[in-house]
């Protein structure tokens, strides 16, 4: 699935099949997630150009087909994810103190780099997942972004088992995900996001409380009475600036807000005086590095995540962002790149 110009026409046809260079290794994709990112960079949504034509997709599930010469440490026949990091430098400041993801030279699947919406597809081996052998291609396919992301945007939010987390965005790709990875970190959590049938995605997912922003008449007050005196952090997965903005207001005093959700343009205002006499912190999270992606596999291999997941062809991929779009997805779509 390949596309030539910005918000222009998604093409499905047959393309060649790449070869990877000395450091990459090449990966039949079987599955791949759909993120929201994958719309945003469809559409050119940020101040950051795509390669063009571009294949997007980087939550890509696969076996490794081919091994690029200087590539040590991967065999013909393993289970390999590719992730938006597709590859970074590896000497920058950044990258030799763990901020990989911060890397100016960063290789970014689907953006700069032709990604999962395809049958093969290559990553550098350094930063390639590791899936163990027997994983559900399609189920682990949304921890490569949509789980790596919001569980190192949880260990950023700093919490304590027993203290609340508002997940802003519940029912989304993200979302679910994070609500489930909260749960699993110890921590109570408030789902916000809009429809009764997200309401109830989102607590069967595991939130304890809901607020529904569609009819809440004050989401700020009532954020704070479902955590008596508002969630010590916050994870903000919508694509919505106004979400974000609420967020800076319900926060708990002394507590964390993450911003993690990219709404084109979007801009997020806090009072000085609130901010210096609560005392809160505004962190940004952008996916993670080898080691969280590491970890938050692991808790999906031991059976702590369950990815709420609707398989669809790839083919398909044009309704699937419509329905993005417009709100209507509950958890995440994952293409098959055979159909
Ligand atoms: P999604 O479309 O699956 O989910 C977004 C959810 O937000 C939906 O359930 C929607 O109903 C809900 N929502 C909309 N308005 C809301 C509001 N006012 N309050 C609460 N909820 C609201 O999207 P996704 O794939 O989960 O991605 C979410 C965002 O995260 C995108 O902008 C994506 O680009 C970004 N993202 C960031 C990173 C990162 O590293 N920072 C990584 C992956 C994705
Ligand atoms: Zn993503």
Redesign the pocket.
């Known amino acids: 699935m390949i596309f030539e110009t910005n918000g222009g026409e998604l093409q499905y046809k047959d393309i060649d099949v790449p070869k990877p260079k000395p450091n990459e290794i090449l990966i039949n994709v079987k599955y791949s997630g759909v993120?929201?990112?994958d719309l945003?960079a469809w559409k050119g949504d940020w101040p950051l150009a795509t390669k063009l034509p571009l294949v997007g997709g980087h939550e890509g599930a696969g076996e490794v087909v081919a091994i690029g010469e200087n590539v040590t440490g991967w065999e013909l026949g393993d289970l390999a994810g590719i992730k938006?990091l597709n590859g970074s430098c590896l000497s920058c400041e950044f990258c030799i103190t763990s901020k990989e993801?911060n890397c100016p030279h960063a290789d970014l699947s689907g953006y700069t780099h032709d990604g999962s919406f395809q049958q093969y597809a290559t990553a550098d081996a350094v930063q390639a997942a590791r899936i163990p052998k027997g994983t559900d291609l399609a189920q682990v396919a949304p921890i490569l972004?949509?789980g790596i992301?919001v569980y190192k945007?949880l260990k950023t939010a700093d919490l304590t088992a027993g203290q609340w987390v508002a997940i802003?965005?519940?029912?989304?790709?993200?979302?679910s995900l994070a609500v489930q990875y909260a749960k699993a970190m110890g921590y109570r959590v408030v789902g916000?996001?809009?429809?009764a049938d997200?309401g109830e995605f989102a607590k069967s997912m595991g939130a304890e409380a809901f607020v529904d922003?569609l009819t809440s008449k004050d989401l700020v007050k009532d954020v704070i009475k479902a955590t008596n005196g508002g969630p010590h952090g916050v994870i903000n997965?919508?694509?919505?600036e106004?979400?974000m903005q609420q967020s800076v207001e319900y926060v708990r005093p002394a507590g964390t807000v993450v911003?993690?959700?990219?709404?084109a343009g979007a801009k997020v205002s806090a009072s000085v005086f609130d901010s210096v006499v609560k005392t809160i912190s505004i962190k940004?999270?952008?996916?993670g590095n080898r080691a969280d992606s590491a970890e938050a596999i692991e808790f999906f291999s031991r059976g702590l995540i369950k990815c709420p997941i609707k398989v669809v062809g790839l083919s398909e991929l044009p309704k699937v962002y419509e329905l993005?779009a417009e709100?209507k997805?509950?958890g995440?779509y994952v293409v098959d790149t055979y159909k």
């Open positions: 993120c929201h990112t945003h938006w993801s972004c949509a992301t945007a802003s965005g519940a029912a989304g790709g993200l979302g916000i996001d809009g429809g997200k922003f997965v919508s694509v919505s106004r979400a911003l993690v959700g990219l709404p940004g999270s952008y996916v993005m709100g997805i509950l995440r």
